[in-house]
């Protein structure tokens, strides 16, 4: 029987399974116009209805990954495991700044394809492209050299890689579809496969400044990356971890750069970015066989750091990609030209924080997009950011807003007090400050 589009969408309205020539079909539509926009809307909420199971999931992110590009390094000459993270995006999110050069460091090489601001969530190309002649979009002989001399890339996904999750994304976003598992998952995995990894973590942000608010959603989107990659020949884990605070003490491009920079020449590392930096280094390290265990893995990471090894890896991929030739000591990052602090309402405890209101108060400042065509301003965010069961006294700053103009600082600091929760010093609702972990669950051999 002939496939038609009509078909297909059928088959998913009534709740079947679609077969691997039906999700073929569905896929060259996209990349080939065969499907018209209302077409590819119409399956694409029949999917958040319905649901695909795992073998329809592997078949969706396999024909979306072979719509374009697929990078090959058998011969490319590089030394090394190819390896990547990926985050479902949180505030603060800094990770891959220092992921990427640590694991370079440890004889692992990192093609990063990341990606922009995403709501309420920064972006790590918009962190990048805060440092003054960085490169994000750069043709294959460039990530090539690049990371020949660095071990790491990271750098934007070309409009080769991928082209039908392109539309497909675009459409889901206008549509109210974006929220299906099956789909997030073959977005995600498409553009990994296309790199040509050999190991994959995945970083599946839980909590108030996550995409996935309560844990059920988290281990459900962790357990179907993990099973979707594996069924199409990449090895996978996933952590999932709280994003019920800002991670590190800041957010905003240019501040989490530097925070950034702080952190690889080791001259401050908040607790809770460093565990998870150092976790998701020790699984990769382990999967690319760096590694005889992930707790060993976490000691040669470590390692990288408190040596500079990691230091000079990302000093020399910010070079190769157009950067400041000395990023460590001068990275020319722009600055704020208002800095207030945001005072603290009276004597208390900093008891919760709606981490998703202050990715808000970030776009708001212009350190985000509220419209794709929206420029950013790098300068502007939060810094100083008070952890969560920190005490404070009247008048303490909870954060520093870093703003263009007197009235954008006047409502973030607004903004920022609105997003805090107290409680009086000593009651059950303050507990002593901590540095929790923020690993709270593993998946994946």
Known sequence: MQISAASVIATKRDGAALSAAQVQHFVQGLVD????????????????????????????????????QVLQWSDAGLNGPILDKHSTGGVGDKVSLMLAPIVAACGGVVPMVSGRGLGHTGGTLDKLEA?????????????????????????????????ADRRLY?????????E???????????????????????????GSGAFMASLPQAQALAQSLVDVAVGAGL?????????????????????????????LTVR???????????????????????????????????????????????????AALGGPRDVLHQPQLPTAPV????????????????????????????????????????RVGLSAVLPLHTPVQAGQPVAMVHAASEADAEQACRDVLAACGWAEPG???????????????????
């Open 33 to 68: 116009g065969g499907w018209a926009d209302s077409q590819v809307a119409a399956l694409a909420m029949a999917i958040v209805l319905r649901g695909m199971d795992t073998t329809e999931t592997v078949a969706l992110t396999a024909a979306m990954t072979h719509s374009g």
């Open 131 to 163: 440092l003054p002649g960085y490169r994000c979009n750069v043709d294959h002989a460039t990530l090539l050299a690049t990371l020949r001399s660095a071990g790491c890339a990271i750098v934007g996904a070309s409009a080769q890689v991928a082209p």
């Open 170 to 178: 675009a459409i889901r976003d206008v549509t109210a579809t974006v």
């Open 180 to 206: 299906s598992v099956p789909l997030i998952t073959a977005s995600i995995l498409s553009k990994k496969l296309a790199a040509g990894l050999q190991g994959l973590v995945l970083d599946v942000k839980v």
């Open 235 to 263: 090895p996978a884990r996933a952590l999932i971890t709280d994003m019920n605070q800002v991670l590190g003490s800041t957010a905003g491009n240019a501040l989490e750069v530097q925070e950034a920079l702080d952190f």
């Open 268 to 318: 401050q590392q908040e607790p809770r970015l460093l565990a998870l930096t150092l976790d998701l280094a020790a699984e990769l390290l382990h999967m690319g066989g760096l590694a005889p265990t992930p707790a060993l893995g976490r000691q040669q990471a470590q390692r990288a750091l408190e040596s500079g090894a990691a230091a000079e890896r990302f000093a020399r991929m910010v």
């Open 339 to 378: 800095q207030r602090p945001v005072p603290a309402p009276r004597d208390a405890v900093l008891s919760h924080l709606d981490v998703r209101a202050l990715g808000q108060c970030v776009v708001q400042l212009g350190g985000g997009r509220r419209r794709p065509a929206d420029t950013v301003d790098p």
């Open 427 to 445: 009651s059950d609702e303050a507990p002593a400050a901590t540095a929790a972990h923020p690993v709270l669950q593993r998946l994946g051999n």
